[in-house]
């Protein structure tokens, strides 16, 4: 029987815990160290989960601890750092939560960097791995919805406080676009491949902060397919709601992860416009699907499934949906030649300036 992989854990906010009990989920693991800045949140971390070697410095933990894989799970601003200084540390794998970077400079630093090491680099995109989304992509795959035409998705949730770090663009990068346009970004490439361009609209309804408040557009892509897409805060009960749909020439498929639980539907051509008919669907824990393809990937020496690359390519979307506004709703050409994040630069230039109704006020 094999020894378990050492792990370590880079931060230990709230999406940490979820990492923790994936990794006690899976087994074949042992989170031997644990790094964050803020000394109680770290003891706490610590007491929680039984982990003894505490470190308010990843720096010295990858020094003194002969760790695997790691975990980052850092806002947005602080994954570079980590990934680079863990793989020049010399560890196997390191999974990385999402959006991988603020800006395309410092995912290529990233990928540089394992790809110099031969660590593996996974991307934290759970719903491409969440078991419902898999069977739509193979229903699409069998022809249960004939040629793809569109593919379709909206994710909306509650305004992003400028008291939280996903609320402030120097910490998150971006508002929900960085949080969960990434996630969606991914699935279009998932189902449909690569963009050629995108056009689309940015908008800020609220002059206190520095992130988007809303995004819409559409991406052209290499398969001839349209890729629709709505990413805003403007939910008045302060929910979340994820949803995806894929339109053939013959029907749809509908999935939607919002308040109650997860919903998947697929309506054929010839029946009325309200016959949808419900898809069986499974109840499950994404992260470990996703850190069971990460754990099988280091011992297996192979890339993981949503690498490093799939992880910039859903990134390059991102950035191409600010760039579009910032040059005044153009059509953006991939690849794009930006490796700053354009939200930044608009901040900087003032350019986006309150375009929209705020929904709240």
Known sequence: MSK?????LIGCGGIAGAHMRAYRQLGGVEVAAAAEIVPDRLRSFGDDWGIENLYLSYEVMLEREK???VSVCTPPFAHCAPTIAAAEAG????????????????????LEACERAGTRLQID???????????AKAMVEAGAIGDLLVVSGKCVGPPRSPENYAGQYRLNGGGWMMAQGTHLFDLFRFYAGDPLWCLANVERWRPEVDIEDAATGLFGLQSGVKAFFEVSGNRADRTFA????????????HLSDGVDRFHFYQWTAGHTPDDWRPVETVEEDPIAIVLQDFLSA???DREPESNGREGRAALEMIMAVFESQRQGVACINFPLS????????????????????????
């Open 4 to 8: 378990p992989l050492r792990a370590g």
């Open 67 to 69: 760790l695997d894989i």
């Open 91 to 110: 560890v196997r794998g390191i999974f990385c939560e999402k959006p991988m970077a603020m800006n395309l400079a410092e995912a290529d630093r990233m």
């Open 125 to 135: 995109h759970i719903y491409r791995f969440e078991r419902n989304f898999r069977q």
């Open 242 to 253: 994820f949803m995806a749909e894929l339109e053939g020439v013959k029907g749809r498929l």
């Open 298 to 300: 280091v011992m297996d």
């Open 338 to 361: 930006i490796e700053e994040n354009p939200l930044a630069l608009m901040n900087e230039e003032g350019t986006l300036s309150t375009l929209g109704k705020d929904p709240f006020r």
